[in-house]
């Protein structure tokens, strides 16, 4: 939903609907009478002013009750918090109306938790526990790690265990919306295929679009033909669902993500009706073991609810959560120059008893060696997941020593 700007732009702009009826009621108008520009299109609707506020509750009223639309996610919802004079408020009108309102009380309220008017809201919407937010803590932070700079192993750890950093101390463990890769900006398969944004055919000669994408070409810009540089792609696709999949919160993916849609290095598409925008479903056969990758992830998390839940606490001496180093059980944290974050979720459930799950990741370009933490006598760690190959096999494992390859995934199951 984007509740945040219209098409009639700023004062230079056209003339559509809002500004023949009243553009003082609809829009933020500085004293001087100009816009205010919080969306980076140049308007900003008034969406705590009453009129505006009520034409919001009605329309989102009316496809709840006539389409059964079952929840809404809103564009730059920061906006939607911002007082007539563009201040950020406390208690947001508008906001607090869509938390307590009777008719809207059943449906997902998803909060793009900031604004292009550098109001950044991530783990502090105002949210009366309805709100759920995009975390563009998760997206920053795992690109980040996954592609290997210095520093990020312990906001990767944070991350992975669902934001308690962000959420817990608010009572918010449900809160985060985990996503690498949206509408906006690369596609997976891009982020690793492209260091810069190719927006030239745009027609904005290249400024529009994100500077900031955190990207890694794997060694060549673009479409190449060498192996050893298409196989680390992939490997990295995969890294970075598996890491998805395994992270506690509300996962999200970008349609096409799953069999490596492109955009050719574009991360502004919107205004491209072409093979650049659309879905190229000729790459699913291309990537039909991809697609598969993304299957057995996904099943692995239905099958698993420690992967989604506190289970009562931990199991069998183990805490809920707990982080590991490529030796285990790690409390100080992670140095700035460590690339291997391992995170353990164990959990108790009554119809299927005690579920242990071990995510190690390597994002260093060296192979490692990594020891397990030690199970009850009563279990056995076994190989669920390696992305260091497209097909997953699970494979019973005696050992709790393992070695994992440069820049990969393994997920252990304890059984």
Known sequence: MVFNHTAEGNEQGPFFSFKGFDNNIYYLLTPEGYYYNFSGCGNTLNCNHPIVHQMILDCLRYWVTTYRVNGFRFDLASILGRNEDGSPMDKPPLLQSLAFDPILGGVKLIAEAWDAGGLYQVGSFPSWNRWAEWNGKYRDDMRAYIKGDNGTANLAAQRISGSRDIYESKGR???????????????????????????????????????????????????????????????????????????????????????????????????????????????????????????????????????????????????????????????????????????????????????????????????????????????????????????????????????????????????
């Open 173 to 415: 463990e449900n809160a985060s919306v985990n996503f690498l890769t949206c509408h906006d900006g690369f596609t997976l398969y891009d982020l690793f295929a492209y260091n810069d944004k190719h927006n030239d055919a745009n027609g904005w000669g290249n400024t529009d679009g994100n500077n900031n994408n955190c990207s890694w070409n794997c060694g060549a810009e673009g479409e190449t033909s060498d192996p050893a540089v298409n196989e680390l792609r992939l490997r990295m696709v995969r890294n970075s669902f598996a890491l998805l999949m395994c992270s506690r919160g509300i996962p999200m993916f970008l349609s096409g993500d799953e069999f490596c849609n492109t955009q050719f290095g574009n991360n502004n598409a919107y205004c491209q009706d072409n093979i650049t925008s659309w879905l190229d479903w000729r790459r699913l056969d291309k990537y039909r073991d991809m697609f598969g990758f993304f299957k057995y992830m996904i099943a692995f998390r239905k099958a698993h609810r420690v992967l989604r839940a506190d289970l009562s606490g931990g199991v069998m001496g183990f805490p809920d959560v707990s982080f590991h180093g490529v030796t285990p059980w790690r409390k100080d944290g992670f140095g700035g120059d460590e690339h291997y974050v391992g995170v353990m979720f164990a959990g108790y459930e009554r119809d299927k008893g005690a579920e242990v799950v071990y995510v190690a990741s390597n994002a260093y370009w060296g192979e490692l060696d990594v020891t397990l933490p030690e199970l009850p006598l009563s279990m056995h760690w076994e190989l669920v997941c390696s992305t260091w190959q497209a097909e997953q096999k699970a494979q019973h494992f005696e050992s709790r020593s393992f070695r994992i390859g440069p820049r990969s995934v393994m997920v252990f199951l304890g059984r």
